[in-house]
């Protein structure tokens, strides 16, 4: 008897188990219908370029989308002198980098780049970075 | 009739699950959470990877829209520099509207006026040229080569530890059919000097830094008794349409075999040199440490112990482009395994993949061949008999015998990543 008992709860147990079929009784169907908010984001088809017969070939201006940086002390600095060569995608993008190698980073912008940055300026900018882009300080 | 039988078969379960199911409706409870991807809509991707490697197949970033391009992932956006989607791989030319995109320097080509423009060859020449594309279009004999274009960093964001620089996925590389001239026909229209050494290529893209910087002009040359100046073409084609601006227009230099650094966008100044070229871009940067695989560590670069030599020819890749682990796979459906192999040293003779984590391979077969320096394309049709987590893996061989290594490799600027990748899918009941 008892045996027969746990046969029925088992077998209520595997049909509670069942996927919940749909309201319209689809074979399978488990959900459906199911919709939440996205976001809408940057990419929209853009406009063509108007040609003429003037032999330019254009394309147009090429599209920024730049990120913010993290908030702190030294930001304007780096949007200020960083952006004069290069988006600051280029820190955004990185992985989180040691204190030092971010160093070595803003040095070789000034070295090798020929990036004009004062030597306090360079020096803030470094401690900006190391603030908020290695893996113990980023967030974003 | 496809559509028909789909007809009557749904018809078939409606009946069936109107009688049988109905009876169930607001006694069963809702299984527990399915892997779905619904989620992925709403949920980003993080905005970076790191400190461990890129997990994805592709990089981190946002899809954005360029001139002449598709959705791509951006990576920076001045300069530009964009990655192509993991499935526009499974054809083997990649479209110019979705083919990578990477420049070095700010200052890059919005417009150009063919009008004004000239493809100049000069330096130690008998003859200086200055050429207009109708001169290269009409006046020398058009030559078609299919290669690939891969960066010298694509897959960056593999290595351990992470290395500054783009933050590639595997997505910066293409394949297409380029269309032009011989280089070695505009070389010898200006007849090169006894003496020459190298020749250097320079584009109209400029740096925003001081004019007087390493870098305020992106230059890099090939030696004139490399083998690959016989190959090379000054392309004014890509995949049989004017080359798209962000790829080089009006004119790109097309090296086969040879990672894209020399590839040189824009392509305006041809020049003869009877010194090496000791710029910049030839010496500090695009080098690789003088080792096998250009394999080093962190260490030894702190220890000075590396000769680093510059970039040439791309080591053997494959990957594995579907299945991309987005769903499930029922158990025993014979699905198709697709992906594409190639080389810089030679023709890819054989693909070989592995249900198994690497253990077992088998080889692959090979799609059309559209010569040695294309993308070959190649598939499998696997059938998985137990459920559960697969790791697929894939292997290529060129005819020079290089094979891909199960080791990642390390080096200070992130260039030469070639390892065996891996697809992990899973398989579910089938019934």
Known sequence: MKKIIYVLIGLLVIDLNKPLLAKTGLPGLVRSGQYSKGTLLSITQPDPVQQSIDSVYSVGTYPLYTPELAKGEGLDIVQGYCNLCHSVTYITMQPPLPADTWEAEVLKMIDTYGALIPEDETRQVIVYLQAHYTPETRRQ | ?431
């Open chain 2, 1 to 431: 009739m496809p559509e028909k039988e789909s007809g009557e078969m749904s018809r078939r379960y409606l009946l069936k699950a109107l009688g049988g199911g109905a009876a169930l409706l607001g006694l069963s409870k809702l299984p527990s959470a399915m892997a779905q991807v619904s989620g992925q809509a709403i949920q980003p991707m993080p905005g970076f990877t790191g400190p461990d490697a890129n997990p994805y197949w592709g990089a981190v970033g946002p899809f954005v829209i360029y001139p002449q391009k598709l959705p791509l992932i951006q990576l920076t956006d001045r300069p530009v520099q964009l990655e192509s989607p993991r499935h526009y791989f499974l054809t083997p030319f990649t479209p110019n509207a979705a083919f990578y995109v990477r420049w070095h320097l700010e200052d890059i080509p919005n417009a150009v006026s063919l009008s004004e423009w000239r493809l100049f060859v000069e330096g130690h020449v008998e003859k200086t040229l200055a050429l207009t594309m109708s001169d290269l279009i009409k006046r020398f004999k058009s030559i078609s080569i299919v290669a690939v274009n891969q960066c010298s960093g694509n897959s960056r964001s593999r290595f351990q530890p992470r290395v500054p620089g783009a933050q590639w996925g595997n997505g910066a590389m293409g394949n297409a059919l380029f269309t032009g001239v011989r280089l070695k026909d505009l070389l010898d229209a200006a007849g090169v000097k006894a003496g020459s050494l190298q020749v250097q290529f320079e584009g109209l893209d400029r740096g925003r830094g001081q004019k007087d910087s390493a870098v305020h002009r992106y230059k890099k040359s090939l030696n004139l008794d490399d083998p690959v100046i016989n190959e090379s073409i000054v392309a004014y084609e890509m995949n049989g349409e004017p080359i798209p601006m962000l790829n080089g227009f009006p004119v790109r230099l097309v090296v086969p075999g040879k990672f894209s650094t020399y590839w040189t966008k824009s392509l305006t100044w041809i020049r003869v040199l009877n010194e090496p070229d000791a710029n910049f871009w030839m010496t500090k940067t695009y080098c690789v440490p003088d080792t096998p695989r250009g394999n080093t560590t962190p260490k030894d670069v702190r220890d000075s112990l590396v000769k680093l030599v510059p970039v040439g020819t791309m080591p053997v890749r494959s990957f594995i482009i579907i299945p991309d682990g987005s769903g499930k796979i029922p158990l025993e459906m014979p699905v198709i395994v697709r992906g594409i192999a190639f080389s810089g040293s030679g023709r890819v003779v054989s693909v070989e993949f592995s249900a198994d984590d690497g253990a077992a391979w088998s080889k692959a077969r090979l799609g059309e061949d559209y010569g040695r320096y294309s993308f070959r394309t190649w598939e499998v049709t696997w059938i998985p008999k137990h459920t559960g987590k697969y790791v697929l893996a894939v292997r290529a061989t060129d005819e020079k015998g290089n094979t891909q290594p199960d080791e990642g490799v390390w080096n200070p600027k992130g260039y030469l990543w070639n390892r065996i990748e891996r697809q992990e899918v899973m398989v579910d009941v089938s019934q």
